[in-house]
C-alpha cells in the first residue's frame, strides 16, 4: 500500500503543483481542483479505519503522503486532515468532510470550554493557525472542569485575523468568543499528553525531509547544467562537497522522520517524534543555506523555483516546537531519568517518555 501511495501522490502533485499555482496560493486562492483530485483518491481519509469509509492504512504506510506534501511545497493541509481524521476516528467521533486544520498548543494560550445550556462554548485566541482562512474546520486541545479535550469548531464562526508565514502560507490568528464547538470529546488514552504539539512536530519533520530531497535535486541538476570558467560547477570539489553535505543531510532527515512515523503507537514514540523534529529543524537552516549557495544569485530570485522550498523550510522548522524546544525536552527526560538501571536502557531502546510543559 506504501508504494501505491508513493506513486499516486507522485504523479498527481508533480502534474498539478506548478510555479503558477504557488504563485495563486500566496495570494490567497484556494486551490479546489487540486483539493478536489486529492479528496477523490482518498488521500484525507487514508488513516481512518475502514469501517468509516477510510483506506486503514498505518502511519507507516502514509508516510510518503506527507513527505510528498512537503517535497512538491503542497499549499493545501493534506497532512493536517490526515492527522485530524485520524484522532477523531481514534475518538470514536464521526469525520466531516473538507479540509480541516489543528491548532499548535505552542502559540496559543489555554482554550477554555464550558457547557451552556447543553452546548459547548469555546474562549481563547490561537495564533499561526494553519490554513486557518481556507479550512472548513479546524481542531483544538481545549480545557473543560473534567480535563483536557479535543473540540472541533468552525473558524469561520471565530474573529479572524489573517496573516502568512514567509513562505507565504496562510497562518491566521483567531479569537474564540464563546465559539461553539461542533464536536467534543475526551482525548482517547491510547495518545499521548498533548497530542496536536507532538504528531504536528512529526508532520512537520516529514514535510521538511520531503523539501530538502528536493533541494538535493535541484542542486544535482543545476550543477550539472551550469557551465563556469569552462566547465560544469558539478565538477568543481567545493561544490561537490557542498552537495554531498546535503545529500547526508537529506537521508538523516528522511531516516529520522520515516522512523518516527514507524513507531507510532508504541513506546518509541514520544522519543522518536522528539529526535526527528529536532534533527529535521536543525537541517533545514543547513540545507537551505547550501542549495542558495550552490545557486548563487538566482536562486534567490521569485522567479526561481528553489525559493518555494527554502522558504517552507524557514518557516516549517519552527512550527510545532523548534530544534531548540525539542533539544531541550529530550535533555530534561534524560537528565530526569536518574537511575543507572533504566537510563541506558530507556536512551539505546527509545522508550524515554519526554517530560510535559
Not at 502511519?59 to 493534506?78: C, I, N
Not at 539505546?348 to 510535559?356: I, P, S, V
Request: contains cysteine; charged residues 15%; glycine residues 8%.
Amino acid at each position: 500500500m506504501r508504494d501505491i501511495l508513493e506513486d499516486s501522490i507522485t504523479r498527481l502533485l508533480g502534474d498539478y503543483v506548478t510555479p503558477h499555482l504557488l504563485q495563486d496560493a500566496e495570494r490567497g486562492i484556494w486551490c479546489s481542483a487540486l483539493w478536489d483530485e486529492i479528496t477523490h483518491n482518498g488521500f484525507p481519509g487514508a488513516l481512518v479505519s475502514e469501517a468509516k469509509g477510510g483506506s486503514g492504512c498505518s502511519w507507516s504506510e502514509v508516510f510518503p503522503l506527507v513527505a510528498a506534501a512537503g517535497k512538491y511545497t503542497l499549499p493545501l493541509p493534506l497532512p493536517e486532515t490526515l492527522l485530524v481524521a485520524w484522532i477523531l476516528d481514534q475518538a470514536g467521533l464521526d469525520i466531516p468532510d473538507g479540509p480541516i486544520t489543528i491548532a499548535d498548543p505552542l502559540v496559543h494560550g489555554p482554550i477554555e470550554a464550558t457547557s451552556v445550556d447543553g452546548v459547548w462554548r469555546l474562549s481563547g485566541e490561537l495564533g499561526h493557525l494553519p490554513w486557518g482562512n481556507a479550512v472548513t474546520f479546524c481542531v483544538a486541545e481545549v480545557a473543560t472542569r473534567d480535563g483536557a479535550r479535543i473540540a472541533l469548531f468552525s473558524p469561520s464562526d471565530a474573529d479572524m485575523q489573517n496573516d502568512r508565514n514567509i513562505a507565504g502560507e496562510a497562518r491566521d490568528h483567531l479569537k474564540l468568543a464563546a465559539t461553539a464547538a461542533l464536536l467534543i470529546a475526551p482525548l482517547p488514552p491510547s495518545l499521548p499528553p498533548n497530542p496536536l504539539r507532538f504528531y504536528g512536530a512529526m508532520l512537520r519533520s516529514a514535510q521538511i525531509s520531503g523539501a530538502i530531497e528536493r533541494l538535493l535535486e535541484h542542486c544535482l541538476l543545476y550543477a550539472s547544467e551550469r557551465v563556469q570558467f569552462g566547465k560544469p560547477l558539478s565538477k568543481f570539489q567545493a561544490i561537490q562537497q557542498q552537495i554531498a553535505v546535503l545529500g547526508c543531510e537529506s537521508a538523516a532527515c528522511f531516516t529520522a522522520a520515516a522512523y518516527a512515523f514507524q513507531t507510532m503507537g508504541s513506546p518509541q514514540e514520544q522519543m522518536a517524534i522528539a529526535a526527528a523534529k529536532a534533527r529535521t529543524s536543525e537541517a533545514a537552516g543547513k540545507a537551505a543555506a547550501i542549495a542558495h549557495a550552490v545557486h548563487g544569485a538566482i536562486g534567490f530570485t521569485y522567479e526561481h523555483s528553489l525559493q518555494f522550498a527554502t522558504r517552507r523550510l524557514w518557516s516549517w522548522r519552527s512550527e510545532f516546537g523548534s530544534h531548540g524546544w525539542w533539544s531541550q525536552r529530550l535533555g530534561q527526560a534524560i537528565c530526569a531519568n536518574t537511575s543507572a538501571s533504566t537510563l541506558w536502557p530507556a536512551v539505546t531502546e527509545g522508550t524515554l517518555e519526554l517530560l510535559q510543559g
